[in-house]
T-cell receptor, first 112, second 112 residues
Framework: KQEVTQIPAALSVPEGENLVLNCSFTDSAIYNLQWFRQDPGKGLTSLLLIQSSQREQTSGRLNASLDKSSGRSTLYIAASQPGDSATYLCAANPYNTDKLIFGTGTRLQVFP | DGGITQSPKYLFRKEGQNVTLSCEQNLNHDAMYWYRQDPGQGLRLIYYSQIVNDFQKGDIAEGYSVSREKKESFPLTVTSAQKNPTAFYLC???????????FGQGTRLTVV
């Protein structure tokens, strides 16, 4: 059974710092992995999707990596800004099911 | 603008009532999903549909029902059999199963 873990659960950093959010999954048989952002009381916004054959994806200040052999994905945020404050969720998409398996998220606060 | 629209944003249900949450998408996506989000837990799949007139139960389907009569619409009914319906409900879609998922803004359901 696929399980997804995100550490830390919460993170508070000053503006301008580069930071890394971690996502671990127990079964490497994934079709893809997706990172989302969720603002309080809002839906999920898709940030990056990494296919199983890819090692990383980049969008602006965001870079997501995938290492299936170790069961890990990281989301790197460069030069963090207060507007980056939100909860970040990762979700694994296993081959053997049509559902996404979500972690419980990392709540990020970037203070000025 | 293409996207997923959920309505209403807030919904209050009395004990014993059935309520229906609306989800409409104009992305021409085949697959649609309903997830439930509770504090401190990852999102859990309620129902999903890969094509019109077809849907499957997810992990927590008891007390819920869905229909998929049109490609763009996937309403969720929370029945009186659902004993703990207070939660944040999120609808998602993807062009096909296992592809990138896009989410609506959610409906917060509260039992009064």
């Amino acid at each position: 059974k696929q399980e997804v873990t995100q550490i830390p659960a919460a993170l508070s950093v000053p503006e301008g710092e580069n930071l890394v959010l971690n996502c671990s999954f127990t079964d490497s048989a994934i079709y893809n992995l997706q990172w989302f952002r969720q603002d309080p009381g809002k839906g999920l916004t898709s940030l990056l999707l990494i296919q199983s054959s890819q090692r990383e994806q980049t969008s602006g200040r965001l870079n997501a990596s995938l290492d299936k052999s170790s069961g890990r994905s990281t989301l790197y945020i460069a030069a963090s800004q207060p507007g980056d404050s939100a909860t970040y969720l990762c979700a694994a998409n296993p081959y053997n099911t049509d559902k996404l398996i979500f972690g419980t998220g990392t709540r990020l606060q970037v203070f000025p | 603008d293409g996207g997923i629209t959920q309505s209403p944003k807030y919904l209050f249900r009395k004990e014993g009532q059935n309520v229906t949450l609306s989800c409409e998408q104009n992305l021409n996506h085949d697959a649609m999903y309903w997830y439930r989000q509770d504090p401190g837990q990852g999102l859990r799949l309620i129902y999903y549909s890969q094509i019109v007139n077809d849907f499957q139960k997810g992990d927590i389907a008891e007390g819920y029902s869905v229909s998929r009569e049109k490609k763009e619409s996937f309403p969720l009914t929370v029945t009186s059999a659902q004993k703990n319906p207070t939660a944040f409900y999120l609808c998602a879609s993807s062009i096909q199963r296992k592809e990138e998922a896009f989410f609506g803004q959610g409906t917060r359901l509260t039992v009064v």
